[in-house]
Every structure is written in structure tokens, then in C-alpha cells.
Nanobody, 122 residues
Framework: QVRLVESGGDLVQPGGSLRLSCAAS????????MGWYRQAPGKERELVAT??????????NYGGSVKGRFTISRDVAKNTMYLQMNNLKAEDTAVYYC?????????????WGQGTQVTVSS
């Protein structure tokens, strides 16, 4: 089992910055994908960024609306993932969810955190 705990959500003015953290505990496979997703009121959950780890793979992928403004990173020793968000816009307002997918034996095991609220408003 895996537990994901997000933190760092807050109210911030447009143009401001925030850093979200996701602390993972439990059994984490060497091959996995960690990522951030977000869901605004009345909208579907969407990809923000993912980081694939394992073997020779270390790929990062961003959703189109956050490219150039958000940066995903990971501290493997601390089992913690981060999302640095700069130049925040009102449309970035959403609940941000941490996601981990363990990959092993041809099977994927997804896990989600409880979410953290980010509100961008003046």
C-alpha cells in the first residue's frame, strides 16, 4: 500500500509562486510514474506534470497550459515530489492531486493523495 500526502496549497495573487509537496510512504516500485493532476470546479481532472522513473527512464511531461511556468521535481531519498509553480494565473485555481503509479510485472497500481487547494485571486 502507498500513502500520498500533499501540502503547500494556499491563496496567492496572480503572478505569484507556490511550491507543492507530496510525501510518499509505503512500497514504491523502482519503476514508477509520479505526477500532479488538478481539478477545477465543474471541470475534469487534468494532467499538470508527470515524472517517470526506473531503469534508464527519467522522463518529464507537462500539460500544455503550465509549460514554462511549472517545474516538477523529486527527492528520491525523501520520497517526496515537488511542484514549483511560478507566474500563477487565475485559471490555475484548482485542487491539486498527487499521483503515483507503481509498475511491475506488467501491472500498474495507481494511488492518489487527498488533494490540496490552490486559489489564485487578487
Amino acid at each position: 500500500q502507498v500513502r500520498l500526502v500533499e501540502s503547500g496549497g494556499d491563496l496567492v495573487q496572480p503572478g505569484g509562486s507556490l511550491r507543492l509537496s507530496c510525501a510518499a510512504s509505503g512500497i514504491i516500485f523502482s519503476r514508477n510514474v509520479m505526477g500532479w493532476y488538478r481539478q477545477a470546479p465543474g471541470k475534469e481532472r487534468e494532467l499538470v506534470a508527470t515524472l517517470t522513473s526506473g531503469g534508464n527512464i527519467n522522463n518529464i511531461n507537462y500539460g500544455g497550459s503550465v509549460k514554462g511556468r511549472f517545474t516538477i521535481s523529486r527527492d528520491v531519498a525523501k520520497n517526496t515530489m515537488y511542484l514549483q509553480m511560478n507566474n500563477l494565473k487565475a485559471e490555475d485555481t484548482a485542487v491539486y492531486y498527487c499521483n503515483l503509479v507503481n509498475n511491475g510485472g506488467g501491472i500498474s497500481y495507481p494511488y492518489w493523495g487527498q488533494g490540496t487547494q490552490v486559489t489564485v485571486s487578487s
